[in-house]
């Protein structure tokens, strides 16, 4: 989410929207979206498997070009879409995993 709001930073500020992006300088978003990211990848590592099944979380780890894409754009670009791309791609990946390797298919 956060590079969604990098690309408005400079409307955002001349309006007076105070987000996250208008607070901070360069460097220091990049290290909250490294620090983020970081923590997605750990948070998929221990996950619990009864939560989310092994291959939901190997098919979430299919997706890391793509985010690695958006994270390396961050703050170097002032266009969201890979950034954008990559949580779409994830987020399809994990439902299409959900539905294939179990947990979601009870539910519909």
Do not use: C, E
Request: proline residues 5%; hydrophobic residues 55%.
């Amino acid at each position: 989410m956060l590079a969604t709001t990098y690309a408005d930073r400079v409307a955002d500020r001349s309006v007076g929207n105070f987000t996250l992006a208008t607070q901070h300088d360069d460097a220091r978003l990049r290290r909250i979206s490294t620090f983020a990211s970081l923590l997605t990848v750990l948070a998929l590592l221990f996950i619990p498997v009864r939560l989310m099944p092994v291959g939901v979380k190997l098919a979430s780890f299919l997706t890391a070009p793509v985010v690695f894409q958006g994270w390396r754009d961050y703050t170097q670009k002032h266009n969201p879409i890979a950034s954008v791309s990559a949580m779409v791609v994830l987020l399809a990946v994990q439902l299409f995993g959900y539905l294939f390797f179990g947990n979601l298919l009870p539910l519909l």
